[in-house]
């Protein structure tokens, strides 16, 4: 008891912690806001997502959005723009380099390249845009973290991205839809604005969907034409790392 008093406790605390440094997010956003509106209203030429934001209008009433809301969304760029970034970078990393094998494969894909060093050519060229396309292994890895048909989606690029993607997942917790429709799914009925949550990590990492969903195995998440692993989910797209398009 004296255990589970203890687990208790140091959750509340844990909770306390995190509403705490929620209520500071929320005002650094605020006093940021605060700040760009001293600059006044943003020329055409500003194309800032401040200003973006700032020119908004309500359409029922043709009013500026209310400084919580601005404030809100730029919260949220703010912290989708670098923690998913940085997860996925830290995640598919540890991945690789947890699996020499893979990592094996990725110096060759990019040493092929010649964007890393190689007896041939000591210093590596500058990577470019077109590059991300032809790295199909090394995307492949990170994306396996998402899930596998990204690449059908122009984002071919490395094995070890994806794989890493779909084995751990920006929102392992998921994410909610709410059904614009009546939706039948199996023996059950989901009325009309519905919200549904679809778990991410659960959806990445099934049998029903995946064969050994818990090997990391880049050449998987290559497109189903691709891989042998999966060919009978031919008909189904389980990547949706954070919502059904390319990122």
Known sequence: MALVSERILACMQSVKKG??????FRKIMSDMLADIKKRGE???TDTTIAAHLLRIRDPASGQP???DRIAAETGVFFTGGFETTGHTIAWALFMISVHPEVEAKVLTELQALQLMPSAAQP???????DDIAKLTYTCNAIKEHQGPKAALYGL???KEVQEAMRMLPVLADGTNRTTTSDVKLGPHLIPKGTMVWVPLKGLFNSPHNWADPEQYTPACSLPIALSDRDAKHQDINPAIPLCHQAR
């Open 19 to 24: 509403e705490e440094d929620f209520k500071t």
């Open 42 to 44: 943003p020329p055409e």
């Open 65 to 67: 959005l209310p400084d």
């Open 123 to 129: 210093q590596p060229r500058t990577m470019t845009y």
């Open 156 to 158: 071919n690029t490395s």
